[in-house]
């Protein structure tokens, strides 16, 4: 006999069923495949129409982006890129001192000058030491400490894009010792030497010992053209005046060595006279009517000129007067009965006529010393 139990009939019939149950299942699944490609495509097209579309989109925006500035850089309202402060590359106010005077002068014409230096020197070296001369002699660490980094870039473009710059109508400007800065900066960086370096030690070698300034030194400087007599003029003015100032700004002859010897090249011994002893050092330029002419002659730079008629005329008048050379710039007056070279004018220029002290007969009004075109009467002003 069989030992397998026997089954119920219920669950006899139960594969039967489940044999119906699978056939049914692959009938829905072969449905449902039938079915499912139609949909997968429709899924997949819609995927890859997006796509299609963004990138159409982005190829849009790119395309704007890259070939857009192309076309409006045509157009005249197109800006050049910015170029900040810090990384602006000066270009006139690193010139040579010629180059850069024709460039920047505060005056375009001698004859119509205020002052000499206004033709003869250079706009921001003009401007810094009439600033300082006016503002800065009572200022304690004056050249000591240094001015903003940032501030001194901005300032340095500003002369160097616009030449001049009038530095007491701005109300931005709010240290001096960025403008000391600057002006210690720009006197290192100047291409010429103020001083030839070969008639410094031949003054030094043949007058050694000299306790006053000696004749040797007033001929090399009246000799040098007037861009260097006038430029040496002013700045060893302006020390002067600070040494003048030496109990408040602290700026003794030492001081004043060690902040300026380096970048004027300017060596020890006559550095000492053209500081303790500047009003004696300075007797005129020799060589200002060749470079009035040799200016006139510059066609590039158009500017220069030879004395009008009646500066002429003035200069017939006065050649037989001795003379005293010099600029003008603004500045605060020294106290009387000061030494050392110091200045004794109580005025607010410091200018080309020079007056030893208030004890001497003060020049008149309409003398000038031979050569000069222009009645000296700005920044400068003794």
């Not at 449902?32 to 997968?40: C, I, K, Q, Y």
């Not at 009038?166 to 403008?179: E, G, K, V």
């Amino acid at each position: 006999m069989n030992a397998t139990p026997r089954n119920h009939s219920a669950d006899r019939a139960a594969p039967r069923d489940i044999s119906a149950h699978k056939e049914q299942r692959r009938d829905r699944d072969n449905n449902h495949n039938r079915s499912h490609p139609s949909s997968l495509h429709n899924t997949s097209g819609s995927f890859f129409n997006g796509l299609r579309t963004s990138g159409t989109r982005a190829a849009d925006i790119i395309s704007k982006g890259l070939f857009g500035k192309g076309v409006r850089s045509g157009s005249t309202t197109e800006k050049e890129p910015v170029v900040d402060d810090e990384h602006y590359q000066i270009k006139v106010i690193n010139l040579p001192l010629v180059e850069q005077t024709r460039i920047t002068r505060i005056s375009k014409r001698l004859e119509k000058s205020k002052d000499k230096t206004e033709f003869w020197m250079p706009a921001f070296p003009w401007r810094a030491i009439d600033y300082l001369n006016y503002k800065g002699t009572d200022v304690e660490g004056l050249y000591r400490v240094p001015g903003s980094g940032p501030q001194i870039k901005k300032w340095q473009r500003r002369f160097d894009e616009q030449h001049d710059v009038d530095l007491f109508a701005q109300d931005d400007l709010y240290d001096i010792n960025i403008i000391g800065s600057m002006l210690k900066a720009w006197l290192r960086e100047l291409p010429d030497e103020l001083f030839p370096k070969e008639a410094q030690e031949r003054i030094a070698r043949e007058c050694a010992g000299a306790e006053e300034v000696p004749q040797m030194l007033i001929d090399e400087l009246s000799n040098l053209s007037p861009y260097n007599y006038y430029l040496l003029f002013a700045i060893t003015c302006h020390l002067s005046l600070l040494l003048a100032h030496a109990d408040k700004n602290k700026m003794d002859f030492r001081n004043l060595c060690i902040c300026f010897q380096p970048c004027m090249k300017i060596d020890a011994f006559c550095f000492r006279f053209l500081v303790c002893d500047w009003r004696q050092c300075w007797q005129g330029c020799n060589t200002e009517a060749h470079f009035i002419e040799e200016d006139d002659m510059n066609e590039n730079e158009g500017q220069g000129g030879f004395p009008s008629d009646n500066a002429q005329q003035q200069q017939h008048e006065q050649s037989q007067h001795h003379q005293n050379g010099g600029g003008k710039l603004r500045k605060k007056g020294a106290p009387s009965g000061t030494s050392n070279g110091s200045i004794g004018s109580t005025t607010s220029t410091i200018s080309t006529s020079l007056t030893i002290n208030s004890l001497e007969t003060p020049r008149r009004s309409g003398e000038l010393r031979p050569l000069s075109p222009i009645k000296p009467l700005s920044p400068l002003g003794f």
